[in-house]
């Protein structure tokens, strides 16, 4: 193999992954990173903190590759999807599990450094995100089991640092699934008149002419789950002005999707990165704060 094809190869694989595109890493890493301050009361362990960020990174890749190969015979016929290396055959399918496979066990061999809970529960994960790219051929609820795959790092960050899967980190991982199903229907806004021609489903097709109203209720839900969260965490009033500023951005996104344009649905779904990041800087300043007032 000369220089030039190790050189496509590594780039394809990059596109594949879509590390050229790291909203996905984003929408993962913040309610893990939620979920490492909680379990930790701010001061997560290195170790953990290391392995958890860098299982994001892992297993999102491994989430794009198994989401591609999955649609392999769907992409091309999405006007938005249909460059992608495996839809435009750059990459073959063998190739794409090949990758899956290898992106997965890196991920296992990270979880390893961890307890016995965090082993058992990231076996969850893996199938979670294994099957989730078929879901959409099955149930107009992709986006559900998106939700679950995406939110499943919730107990195993808990599990990593306490040992234990508490009551309050149920409740993260049921606000994750409710958010990410808003942010994705909005994702799915974008591509709803070619997934109906190509026969895919999605809560976008579900909702259909209630999509912006169901949205806004799930926005709701999202903001009041995060309360009821600072309510039983008992958490500082910083926490609460996080939550009233992305109430803010929800409405802004509302405000994008009104006229259901593709390009404008898929920036209220990326703005769904600042939403978690202003989520996590409230849980941030609560713990530090915390400790700078009893220290």
């Known amino acids: 193999m000369n220089k030039a094809y190790i050189k496509d190869r590594i780039h394809q694989y990059y596109l594949l992954t879509r590390l050229n595109k790291p909203i996905g890493i984003f929408l993962l890493l913040w309610p893990t990173l939620w979920a490492l301050w909680v379990a930790s ?8 903190f290391f392995v958890f960020v860098s299982g994001v990174v892992l297993m999102r890749s491994a989430g794009c590759v198994i989401n591609d190969y999955a649609d392999r015979k769907i992409d091309p016929l999405v006007s938005r999807t249909k460059m992608r290396p495996i839809a435009a055959g750059l990459v073959k399918p063998r190739e794409a599990l090949i990758l899956f496979v290898a992106l997965c066990v890196l991920a296992f061999l990270l979880v390893l450094l961890m307890n016995r809970l965090t082993v058992y529960l990231s076996f969850a994960g893996v199938a979670l995100a294994a099957i989730y790219p078929f879901m959409k051929r ?62 895919v489903k999605s809560t976008a097709i579900l909702f259909d002419d209630m999509d912006k109203v169901i949205i806004g209720i799930l926005q709701a839900l999202v903001l009041f789950g995060l309360y009821l969260v600072g309510q039983q965490l008992q958490l500082s009033t910083v926490f609460y002005v996080s939550l009233v500023i992305a109430a803010g951005f929800s409405v802004y996104q509302q405000f994008l999707i009104k006229d259901r344009i593709p390009q404008r649905c898929i920036q209220a779904f990326l703005n769904n990165n600042v939403f978690g990041a202003v989520i996590f800087v409230g849980f941030f300043l609560h713990y530090t704060l915390y400790y700078v007032n009893n220290s």
Do not use: C
């Open 138 to 199: 099955h149930t107009h609820l992709p986006q559900v089991v998106l939700g679950m795959a995406f939110g499943w790092s919730i107990p195993m960050a808990f599990a990593a640092q306490t040992g234990s899967v508490p009551k309050v980190a149920w409740l993260l991982f049921v606000v994750n699934i409710v958010w990410s199903v808003a942010y994705d229907t909005m994702y799915a806004m974008a591509d709803k008149q070619d997934d109906l021609k190509a026969g």
């Open 41 to 48: 009361e701010g001061r997560p362990n290195l170790l953990v």
